[in-house]
């Protein structure tokens, strides 16, 4: 405990009545928080989509700027003052950091502003077709040509100081920020400055600086005081002597470190104001993105103190030793505290303490826990304490418990169990004691999570630097067991060779494209010089997305959650392996070996990547005929008596292949008898994986993820065209994509390098681009879907290697 200089309860001042501009010290320690990438994140996206539909404006935006424009203007001053009051705030934000010599914040607003400046130039430069008259925006919040500034640049730069200076500030003053905020983007809208859609991307423009700077340089956790927890400890009526900081925290609380008058150590955990992990975008970001073993189940503060103190007072009931709960409260100022009477010493800071006599306990106090319906999730060396000479054993922060009777969960808990207990006292030791402890049925069920995926973050570090195999523990356990060990799914391992082809058929495709189609590569060379380049940035970064999509339509196909970091890593991954072998023989080998490190049998890792396409191929194809049945438009596609007579003649050889194959595997018996037995047991995995596609949470993202994706491969050929010039509607560009798509998908040629392009061409010519324009434009896009993203794609997949993801 970091005792040294910490208050006694005594002389412990309490909290200043007044107001207080800021709400946190100067020296407060600064952090970096993954609620800031989520915030970053979404006011991109965000900005991305109002930068589309703003220019020209939606129906229902010229509808409220009529209702706007017919407000008696009587009321123009109040408008001018919420304004005005916004522009005051910030001033006095700096003027005060100035005063307090908050150099540190000072960086961070004049950062942020440099950052929103030339973003918000670049928006208007794109959806208008010319740079805003910027000096006019600033000094006056009336606009020369009302109704046209997109964003408003004064309303972006002044709520970029007040959100960067968001974490600094106290409770009030945050609140009081965030209404001037609110109150001028409506002024601006009801003085004529600019549209909703304008001064929504001022906004998302200051919000996405703001994260973007508190990413760099971190932000203040805006913990409570040492001072703040004595005084609330004393109105509760926690008698402590000696308080201070713990030398470990956890992340989204402050941990306190406390010894009552009688010498026994407590430990408070304090749930601050500015506690951003237990908010519900940084809450349900974690969850989703990391999957974290142990990570909180709950949104709020106080929801996730009331969940630890049941938890804990469970598993006491349940007989397990852990920490006792002393008191749980809340303070005026919004914080919301747990005390915990700890036990024990936790093994990582005693790891001589482990013995086969711990190892033994430990499983007990396992079985123990889960006769109670209780998981823990967090079975590590951090959590496992010894207590007594008698090293009687105990589990510790039960923060993400969950009450359960799923059993994956259980397996997932007796998986880090048997890893705790490797590290502890060894392989050999720890598989004999496993054995012992579970039996062979439930060691069978616990094999599978023996994985990375499953594991503490503290275990994975452990197990990196300790070097070992998590593939030949699960072997010489299930050998143990005497237990046939699920075989893992073989890669076929991209090669340098395998590349170069690749690189060969690009320039292949080149060559035959000049050639045949008639394309002069001087006339491509001056289309690619008069693009505008600002949308082709744009469009490139639109062409990322798509995998993220992706990713969830394929944690809607998974029958049990998964984290979506590594899921949409192996989206990414994709693109490099799908380039360098044939795209459906790589993506259905490497997910069954993902979906296998993640605890699921081949079966349902089968089941996954087809339930994934036979859904995307549903969404195409109804996309498809919905566009051709609804809208005037056609595939005008003209086929020759040979064309339609060659494709029947290869459709032909396909089923007489299949034929022959079904024949020859049911007449020999020493190939059926295996194949058919394997047959059921995917049958059987598969189904099972198949059986929760009822739950709207999976069909939401499955067909969601889906949809999103061809919208967004849409939107990403369109705006290379209008890079070129040549606005493109978006039904017409869905039927371009979605038919190439399909094309492509019955084409085994990797990447569908050619046949992609030689449709898109097609498709962006006939709605009514130059032949040689359409050319550069598909390039374009096929340098930022198919040609660059395997550059990025190698380090996913070696990051999945790492991790043992795969």
Not at 463 to 485: F, N, T
């Amino acid at each position: 405990m970091n005792s040294g200089g910490s208050p006694r309860l005594g002389a412990v001042p309490g909290r200043l009545r007044g107001f207080r501009l800021f709400g946190a010290s100067a020296e407060e320690p600064r952090s970096r928080r993954a609620g800031d990438v989520a915030v970053l994140a979404s006011s991109i996206i965000g900005l991305l989509f109002v930068s589309v539909i703003a220019v020209p404006p939606t129906g229902i935006e010229r509808a409220l700027v009529t209702f706007v424009q017919n407000i008696p203007h009587g009321l123009s001053g109040l408008w001018r003052l919420f304004v005005a009051l916004l522009a005051i705030a910030t001033i006095a934000v700096i003027v005060a950091a100035a005063a307090q010599r908050r150099i540190a914040l000072i960086r961070d607003c004049l950062l942020a502003v440099a950052i929103a400046i030339p973003v918000a130039l670049v928006i208007a430069r794109l959806a208008q077709g010319a740079w805003p008259p910027v000096w006019d925006q600033l000094r006056t919040e009336h606009s020369t040509q009302p109704w046209t500034l997109f964003p408003t640049l004064r309303l972006a730069v002044t709520t970029t100081v007040v959100l960067t200076a968001t974490p600094h500030l106290s409770r009030l003053a945050r609140r009081i920020g965030r209404r001037l905020i609110f109150l001028a983007a409506v002024g601006v809208v009801l003085l004529g400055t600019a549209t909703p859609s304008g001064a929504a991307a001022g906004f998302l423009i200051a919000a996405a600086s703001a994260a973007a700077v508190h990413l760099a340089f971190g932000s203040c956790r805006g913990r409570p005081t040492l001072a703040d927890v004595s005084a609330a400890l004393v109105r509760f009526g926690v008698d402590v002597q000696l308080i201070g900081a713990a030398d470990r925290q956890s992340t989204g609380l402050f941990l306190v470190d406390a010894q009552d008058r009688d010498g026994v150590p407590l430990v408070v955990k304090v749930y601050g104001r500015d506690a951003h992990d237990t908010q519900l975008l940084t809450t349900l970001w974690r969850t989703v993105w990391f999957r974290e073993a142990g990570a909180p189940t709950s949104s709020g503060r106080l929801q996730q103190v009331e969940h630890e103190a049941l938890l804990t007072l469970l598993a006491n009931q349940a007989g397990v030793r852990t920490e006792q709960v002393v008191r749980v409260g809340g303070t005026a100022e919004d914080d919301v505290f747990l005390v915990l009477r700890t036990i024990g010493t936790a093994l990582a800071a005693a790891p001589e303490r482990w013995s086969p006599a711990v190892v033994e306990r430990t499983w007990a106090m396992l079985h123990t826990l889960h006769d109670a319906g209780i998981a823990h999730g967090q079975i590590d060396d951090r959590h496992l304490v010894v207590d007594g000479d008698g090293d009687e054993i105990g589990l510790v922060d039960f923060r993400g418990a969950a009450v359960t009777t799923v059993p994956e969960r259980l397996s997932t808990d007796e998986a880090q169990a048997l890893i705790a207990t490797v590290l502890g006292v060894g392989v050999d030791a720890a598989l004999s004691a496993a054995r012992a402890a579970l039996g062979a049925e439930r060691l069978a069920l616990a094999l599978p999570f023996v994985q990375m995926a499953a594991l503490t973050p503290d275990q994975r570090a452990s197990v990196r630097a300790a070097g070992l195999d998590l593939d030949e523990i699960r072997a010489r356990a299930a050998d143990l067991a005497e237990l046939e060990p699920p075989p893992l799914q073989q890669l076929r391992r991209v090669t340098w060779g395998s590349v170069v082809r690749v690189g060969l058929l690009v320039l292949v495709f080149l060559v035959l494209a000049s050639a045949v189609a008639g394309i002069d590569l001087d006339q491509l060379g001056e289309q690619l010089r008069n693009a505008a380049w600002a949308l082709v940035a744009l469009g490139f970064c639109v062409c990322q997305l798509p995998r993220l999509t992706q990713a969830v339509s394929t944690l809607g196909a998974a029958p049990r959650p998964l984290p979506l970091k590594p899921v949409y890593t192996l989206q990414l991954a994709m693109s490099y392996i799908g380039l360098a072998l044939p795209s459906t023989a790589a993506r259905v080998a490497v997910n069954i070996r993902f979906f296998q490190r993640n605890g699921l049998p081949a079966g349902s890792a089968i089941a996954i990547g087809a339930l994934d396409g036979a859904i995307g191929l549903i969404v195409q194809m109804t996309l498809l005929v919905s566009l051709l049945l609804l809208t005037p438009m056609s595939l005008q596609l003209d086929l020759d008596a040979g064309t339609t007579a060659g494709l029947a003649r290869l459709l032909g050889i396909i089923i007489a292949i299949g034929i022959i194959i079904i024949v020859v595997v049911l007449v020999m018996p020493r190939w059926r008898r295996p194949l058919l037995a394997r047959g059921r047991e995917l049958a059987r995995d598969g189904l099972g994986a198949a059986r929760g596609l009822q739950s709207p949470r999976r069909l939401t993202l499955l067909l969601g993820g889906n949809i999103a994706t061809e919208l967004l491969w849409a939107v990403s050929i369109g705006l290379f065209a209008l890079a070129f010039g040549y606005r493109i509607g978006i039904a017409e560009l869905l039927v371009i994509n979605l038919s190439v798509a399909l094309l492509s998908g019955v084409i085994p040629i990797p990447g569908g390098i050619g046949v992609v392009e030689g449709g898109l061409t097609f498709g962006l010519v006939r709605a009514g681009m130059p032949e040689e324009t359409a050319f550069a434009a598909v390039i374009l896009y096929r340098l930022s879907t198919t040609y660059i993203p395997p550059l990025w794609g190698y380090f996913a997949m070696r990051w999945l290697e790492r991790n043992q993801y795969l």
